[in-house]
């Protein structure tokens, strides 16, 4: 058991909620044939997502949605955090949970241990690379319930930066209004356990079996699961 005090935790998903497998396989797949017809849409969000796009991906000014999409696809098969990707995928994905036609997924041992937290007077709040567009949706429709209940606030790429700085954990801490000391990150990515540490946070980190980081060298504690963390105020 690894004991820790502190008054907010901050949750990663991929790979520390939830499993990278089911994200990167279903919700992926879900997402790909859908791009095409997002990109078409008359809409603010998606006309910035697009030419971000063209930007990130170096295609010409005049590049067709379907040209768009290819690139785009190309990016998911490499998985790259891309931010206009993320955004894109948020929009899918979150008309797909109001569809009923995709559900989240969560390990077993991360809705009582969110429960229990919050009934204790701990503060749960999420980071993670897609954008917050797709986390509320991924919360919201848990097998488990509606997990939004017990989440202050849910952050990404595009309201904290990029999760492998440190000056993005400042933000969220900042935000949130809590002392880094008093922040604990769970993570399972290495260089995002860095990135916090640097900025001052408490990490545990996530080495769960079957997962991308599992066995990695980790520079913070580790756990398999989130039972094995005695998080107190």
Do not use: C
């Not at 768009?68 to 899918?92: F, N």
């Not at 008093?182 to 946070?201: K, M, N, S």
């Amino acid at each position: 058991m690894t004991a820790i005090s502190a008054d907010v935790v901050v949750l990663d998903i991929e790979g520390t909620t939830s499993a990278a497998g089911f994200i990167l396989g279903d919700l992926y797949d879900y997402a790909r044939p859908r791009l095409d017809e997002v990109l078409g849409r008359d809409d603010d969000t998606v006309r910035a997502a697009r030419a971000d796009a063209i930007a990130e991906t170096g295609l010409d000014a005049d590049a067709t949605d379907a040209e768009i999409a290819e690139a785009l696809r190309g990016l998911m098969a490499s998985d790259v955090k891309s931010t206009p990707l993320k955004t894109l995928q948020g929009i899918i994905w979150a008309e797909g949970f109001a569809a009923g036609e995709i559900h989240s997924q969560f390990f077993e041992d991360v809705p009582a241990r969110l429960r229990a937290w919050s009934d204790n007077g701990i503060r749960v709040a999420v980071y993670s690379s897609g954008s917050v567009a797709s986390q509320v949706p991924w919360f919201r429709h848990a097998p488990q319930g509606d997990l939004t209940v017990l989440v202050e606030d849910f952050f990404d790429t595009v309201s904290a930066g990029p999760k492998k700085e440190s000056g993005s954990y400042d933000r969220i801490a900042a935000a949130l209004g809590v002392e880094p000391s008093r922040a604990l990150f769970l993570t399972d990515h290495p260089d995002e356990v860095t990135a916090a540490l640097a900025a001052g946070w408490q990490v545990v980190a996530l080495d769960r079996e079957g997962e991308p980081w599992h066995g990695a060298n980790f520079a913070a504690p580790a756990v398999a699961s989130f039972d094995e963390i005695g998080l107190t105020r």
